[in-house]
């Protein structure tokens, strides 16, 4: 089974805190993703790596930003953290072929208070 | 750029009921379409994709697509619905980028 795992479910932090959330998937693939969920809102892409050390801005990169310094591994972080990034974190992976699904981790819910 | 509209937040259905999920999608590439399924507290699940072929794709637990290119939709179905498919349903397309774009969501609340 493809595992995509998220090193917290549940974090609390405080404004200004640099926060780091961390992902990890044991299949090999070539992309990896961040997404941040809200009601009503849906997925809302934050970054999008392709390789190692590569990555893409997504529709809501403010505030953000990632690193892959390993295939398996992307992480994003909050380099200050501010309660509108209180929120739902969701991390997936895919291969690079056309039409490959993702997969998802559990997530990673972050109050800032 | 790509975007999909799920018109419905929520869908309030009784058991055994049919239902469907309504998707709308705008691209102008081709595209590849997806339905996830998320439970309480749990990520995303794959329900069923459309990537080419058949127009019309199945899921194991009962599920069905259309893909109709002519009305940018992938509509999902079910005929009879179960308790335990009380979830939300996301509507996904993603490019030859690899990239996924996702709807709103709708929340299916079956009802005894």
């Known amino acids: 089974d493809v595992k995509v795992t998220q090193s917290s479910r549940y974090l609390v932090k405080r404004t200004g805190e640099k926060v780091f959330l961390e992902c990890v998937q044991d299949?090999?693939?070539?992309?990896m993703f961040w997404y941040r969920q809200d009601p009503g809102l849906g997925l809302r892409l934050i970054y999008f790596?392709?390789?190692?050390?590569?990555?893409e801005k997504g529709d809501i990169p403010e505030g953000y930003s990632v690193s892959r310094e390993k295939k398996e591994r992307f992480s994003l972080i909050l380099e200050s953290a501010s309660t509108n990034q209180t929120s739902m974190y969701l991390c997936?992976?895919?291969?690079?072929?056309?039409?490959?699904?993702?997969?998802f981790g559990q997530g990673t819910r972050l109050t800032v208070v | 750029a790509q975007s999909v509209t799920q018109l419905d937040s929520q869908v309030p259905v009784f058991e055994e009921a049919p239902v469907e999920l309504r998707c709308n999608y705008s691209?102008?590439?081709?595209?590849?379409l997806f339905w996830y399924v998320q439970y309480p507290n749990q990520g995303l699940q794959l329900l069923l994709k459309?990537?080419?072929?058949?127009?019309l794709v199945e899921s194991i637990n009962g599920f069905e697509a259309e893909f109709n290119k002519s009305q940018t939709s992938f509509h999902l179905r079910k005929p009879s619905v179960h308790i335990s498919d009380t979830a939300e349903y996301f509507c996904?397309?993603?490019?030859?980028?690899?990239?996924?774009?996702f709807g709103s969501g709708t929340k299916l609340n079956v009802k005894p």
């Open positions: 997936a992976s895919s291969f690079s072929d056309r039409g490959a699904e993702a997969f």
């Open positions: 299949m090999d693939h070539e992309n």
């Open positions: 790596s392709y390789d190692v050390k590569m990555k």
């Open positions: 691209s102008s590439v081709s595209v590849y």
């Open positions: 459309y990537l080419s072929g058949s127009t």
């Open positions: 996904a397309v993603s490019s030859n980028f690899n990239k996924f774009y």
